[in-house]
């Protein structure tokens, strides 16, 4: 197996190269003055298995070309296999027809893969893990919430509540509560499929002078979180920290969140940012190592 560099993930690829001993591949790349990018593989890939380390966080649309261009340039270079490591996996959250008329952005996207050259893909928290199902190659999702958790416990967290902002992230919540040891709960959020604002709805949670983490997938304009945090002000909680996988964090999300009484900001670098405080190198290392002995 070789590891290819992709622009957008370099340093975790090389954490990854680094605890597997997979030797790596770098990635020419720029952009030209038109805005199309250019990729090059600078190694050989003949008869290999190569695994495409690449995030898709803004700007997605360039990513995503430059995943695709390295795709088919393994292939062209005789690559066996191609498998894309895409830890944050843009459009993924537009996985079904919510309104006549629209399309369901993630199927094109991964059909695009396919035909790029993409024969398996691994990717991290997916939104809905049954969006997988749709897709034209086997892939899986892993989760870094166990991670997350741990970074929290490490800071003296222990028995923490775990809060899901909504019911579709209560299995992280799940998954948050089974390291941190304490309890976990969520709230209820409601979404207008035409303008995309969200509101939140205050049930009585056990969280008066308890620290809470609210975990979610994504922290995109941390409208979700600030929400979160004002119920669990009003409702005693001592602490409120929160920790996501994909720390988009767009405009002044951060500004925000922290504004609104949250204490720490924890994301992964699947969106490398200040924010990324725990890696996903050893969750994607020991993945990548199955694969290679599979
Ligand atoms: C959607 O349901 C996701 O799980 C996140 O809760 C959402 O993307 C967060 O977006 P924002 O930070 O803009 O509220």
Known sequence: MKIVLGPALQE???????????????????TFPDGENYVRLEGTVQDEHVAIVQTTCAPQDSRLMQ?????????????????????????????????????ASIETVVYMLKASGVDALVTVNIHAENAL???????????????LAEYFMQKGCKKAFALAPDKGAMYIAEQARSVLG????????????????????????????KAVIIFDDIISTGGTIVGAAKILR???????????VHGLLIGDAEKR???????????????PSHVSKVSLAPLIAKALKALESG
Do not use: W
């Open 12 to 30: 975790l690829g090389e954490k990854i190269s680094q605890l597997t001993s997979i030797p790596i591949v770098s990635v020419a790349s720029k």
């Open 182 to 209: 304490g309890e976990a709960g969520h709230l209820e959020k409601q979404r207008d499929r035409y303008t995309g604002q969200t509101s939140q709805t205050a049930k009585h949670l056990d969280v008066k002078g």
């Open 67 to 103: 995943l695709a261009f390295m795709a088919a340039a393994a292939k062209r270079n005789k690559a066996r296999k191609v498998t894309a490591v895409v830890p944050y996996l843009a459009y993924a959250r537009q996985d079904k027809i919510f309104l006549q008329g629209e399309n």
């Open 257 to 271: 969140i922290l504004d609104a009484g949250v204490e720490e900001i924890v994301a992964t670098d699947s969106v």
């Open 133 to 147: 199902s749709n897709f034209p190659f086997p892939a899986k999702t892993l989760s870094a919430i166990p991670f």
């Open 234 to 244: 009003e409702q005693g909680a001592a602490h409120i920290y929160t920790a996501c």
